[in-house]
């Protein structure tokens, strides 16, 4: 069961990166925008890989109830590293003669 938590957690946390380190300094829904493409493509692997971790194909089944709380908790920490990076880049940007 941990192996098919962790491949649903690398799965949605994995895809969320993506949305975090596309800017810089900017919150992920600002423009830029991710391309139609990248947004289709990332939402169906991500429902693709929530289906083979609930009905456990290759690998023990999790059901609605754990991989729910895997998109809740990939949800929150994808919010707190684009809050984050955010605030890096402005400390980084305000002593940058410091670095």
């Known amino acids: 069961m941990i192996q098919s938590l962790i491949f649903l957690k690398l799965v949605v946390a994995g895809h969320s990166t993506i949305y975090v380190t ?35 194909v290759f690998m023990e ?9 895997i998109w809740i908790y990939a949800t929150v920490w994808f919010l707190f590293n684009d809050f984050d990076k955010i605030i890096a880049y402005k400390m980084i940007r ?5 670095i």
Do not use: M, S
Request: hydrophobic residues 45%; proline residues 6%.
């Open 61 to 69: 089944a999790i059901g609605w109830e754990y991989a729910v709380y």
């Open 22 to 56: 596309r800017t810089e300094d900017k919150a992920f829904w600002r423009k830029p925008y991710p391309a139609p493409k990248l947004l289709i493509a990332i939402f169906i692997t991500d429902i693709i890989g929530t289906f083979i971790a609930v009905y456990g």
């Open 94 to 98: 305000k002593n940058k003669n410091i």
